[in-house]
């Protein structure tokens, strides 16, 4: 204990030596190193970064950590690459999550891509016709939407949160929405339904219980003061056993009685029925709509597999009213996720067949687990081969997750490469892989660096061994 006291009385010191060597800003202006970046970086800038650096370099020693003078100038140098270089850039995941947070939930497919391309020229045809007047930039979404839902009228907003906000807030301030307990639910990222029911101005009004609701609970709950009846999709969690919810059809029954419009937040929405590939059922937004549901909202960055945003489906009339609503332009989505979404919409008017080739989602939770497993065998063999003295690695069994609360409680079979590096921590491993030039993401678990090749797309495996060969080899 006395020891170990002395010790770091004596690292303090030592530190409180070098805190006195700390060089000046100018003089590290002056080390060749960085005096490059000042032909690069506006010179009140430069001297910003070194400064943030020097300070973050004096907290540390001063909190014991070892460092010396070297450090600071390989960290500044490291610091002013760090800022011109894309944070926001191409990744590969070998996660296996399918919609990951963290990674921008649903990849970019190749129509997106060559959309993406086509947009980066310059200037983008957003709401403006053939006369040169100016049009409504729902337009084209709504076409599109009619198409493949047929529903009335439809409208996009920054994401799905927003969509139930502007609907709240649009049909319910001040009023009661009245919803099952069973669907008071809570989403990953603070998105809870009675918060954003707070934030909206609606009042709530809970009825059943957890497990159980009639639809007499619904209808004892009605009065003058009703704006809405309000169904959402559990999403990420089911409750089993003695249960009971009332159906879409049911409710808009209800609705029509006592004319108050029945909202439908589907969550992840799909425009494919996926009970028909052996996947669980999710709500199909044209079902929704058939079934007479006046306002139906979902994401388009879920199972969709569009870009960020909440689509809005339902009748004209409500959607001419969130249209006018001033949160609408605050809610509003950019123009990149118009044409993004263009193109994802434009996909699922493809044959079937097209439609999950070319749609990264669907072909990801589609993939036969032997494709996974030659892809992964591929690339286990050539690791053996070629990277064999620094490693162990075998293909072993194991489940991909859906992720972004879409079909959560459904396990997806896979095969996965595990890695159990020789001679560096599998920590290590995994966060040289997350720095590489294309970062690797994969999984930890129990010493182990896993690769799940549900999520990895076509050829991405060649940067994953080029990734692996860099580091390995650099031991
Ligand atoms: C995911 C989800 C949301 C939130 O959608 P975002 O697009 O993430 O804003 C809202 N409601 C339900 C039922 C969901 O599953």
Redesign the pocket.
């Known amino acids: 204990m006395k020891q170990k006291l002395k010790k770091n009385r004596q690292r303090c010191s030592s530190n409180k030596k070098i805190l006195r060597q700390i060089p000046s800003i100018d003089k590290i202006l002056n080390e060749p190193e960085i005096k490059e970046f000042s032909n690069i970086i506006d010179p009140q800038y430069l001297t910003a970064l070194i400064r943030n650096n020097i300070n973050e370099y004096r907290k540390r020693l001063i909190a014991g950590e070892q460092f010396d003078v070297i450090n600071l100038k390989q960290n500044i140098v490291q610091a002013l690459h760090d800022i011109l270089n894309p944070y926001f850039c191409y990744a590969i995941n070998a996660t296996g999550i399918v919609l990951h947070t963290g990674l921008g939930?649903a990849p970019v497919n190749i129509r997106m891509a060559s959309g993406l391309k086509a947009l980066s020229l310059g200037y983008i045809r957003l709401q403006i016709d053939d006369e040169g007047r100016r049009t409504d930039r729902h337009l084209r979404i709504n076409r599109l939407l009619h198409i493949l839902t047929g529903t009335e009228a439809g409208m996009i907003v920054?994401?799905?949160?927003?969509?139930?906000l502007l609907i709240l807030n649009t049909l319910a301030k001040n009023r009661e929405v009245i919803i099952s307990r069973g669907q008071l639910?809570e989403?990953?990222?603070s998105?809870r339904?009675p918060e954003?029911l707070a934030q909206s101005g609606a009042l709530m009004k809970e009825v059943g219980t957890t497990n159980r609701t009639h639809l007499r609970d619904y209808e004892h709950a009605i009065n003058d003061n009703t704006a809405a009846l309000l169904r959402?999709?559990?999403?990420?969690y089911r409750i089993t056993g003695f249960t009971k919810q009332v159906s879409l059809g049911e409710l808009v029954m209800l609705g029509k009685k006592y004319a108050i419009p029945v909202i439908h937040?589907?969550?992840?929405g799909a425009l494919i029925d996926f009970s028909k590939f052996g996947l669980p059922k999710e709500p199909v937004a044209q079902e929704s709509i058939k079934t007479g549901a006046d306002i139906v909202?979902?994401?388009?960055?879920?199972l969709i597999g569009g870009p960020?945003?909440?689509i809005i489906i339902g009748k004209r009339k409500y959607i001419e009213k969130l249209k006018k609503n001033p949160l609408a332009r605050v809610l509003r989505s950019d123009k990149f996720t118009s044409a993004l979404l263009e193109t994802t919409l434009q996909l699922f008017l493809l044959n079937r067949s097209e439609v999950i080739k070319n749609h990264s989602v669907l072909s990801m939770l589609l993939r036969p687990l032997p494709s996974i497993k030659r892809q992964a065998m591929r690339c286990a063999n050539y690791i053996k081969k070629h990277l064999g003295p620094h490693v162990d690695v075998s293909v072993d069994p194991s489940v991909s997750e859906i992720g972004?609360?879409?079909l959560s409680t459904e396990e997806l079979p896979t095969y996965v490469v595990s890695i159990k590096p020789n001679n560096m921590r599998v920590d290590d491993l995994a966060r040289a892989l997350r720095q590489y030039r294309t970062p690797v993401f994969g999984r930890v678990k129990g010493g182990n660096f896993f690769l799940d090749f549900r999520t990895v797309l076509k050829g991405e495996e060649k940067i994953i061994i080029e990734a692996l060969t860099t580091i390995l080899k650099s031991r």
């Open positions: 939930r920054n994401n799905n949160a927003a969509a139930t639910i989403i990953g990222g998105f339904i954003m959402v999709h559990q999403s990420n937040d589907l969550g992840s909202c979902f994401s388009g960055d879920k960020q945003c909440g972004g609360g879409s």
